[in-house]
């Protein structure tokens, strides 16, 4: 099941590399990630310009933290793809994430009129 994200909300996110065992290990000087979404209108990117180890497990050690942003179009599965090249000029397998934008808290209503007909 994907991730929701109602369309006010952001949700923090680190990225961590791992080993071939999939533990989490050090990034190494030069390592570097890119994160996309498929969907600006529905999701954005808006990486720390300092990573933050307080968005990590106690232990782990990011390559990259920030936040996802849940914006105004409303979309059941938004991709956000995140690319990792190594200091050495690997670049990994891409990896796909699937987010949910759903509707916020209801905050007003409207009334909605269909189209005069005869009485």
């Known amino acids: 099941m994907n991730l929701q994200l109602q369309d006010e909300q952001k949700v923090p996110y680190y990225y961590a590399v791992t ?5 989490a290990d050090v990034p ?10 498929s969907d600006t209108a529905s999701l ?13 497990p106690a232990g782990v050690t990011s390559l990259q933290t920030g936040f996802l942003i849940g914006e105004s179009k409303l979309q059941v599965g938004v991709s956000v793809t995140s690319t990792l090249v190594l200091a050495n000029g ?10 949910d934008i759903v509707a ?4 007003g209503g409207g009334l909605n009129l ?6």
């Open 19 to 23: 080993d071939a065992d999939g533990n």
């Open 28 to 37: 190494s000087p030069g390592d570097s990630v890119s994160l996309s979404s």
């Open 44 to 56: 954005t990117i808006l990486p720390d310009a300092v990573v933050d180890p307080t968005k990590a």
């Open 90 to 99: 690997t670049v990994v397998p891409p990896q796909v994430t699937l987010i």
């Open 104 to 107: 916020g808290v209801e905050a």
């Open 114 to 119: 269909g189209v005069p007909v005869s009485q």
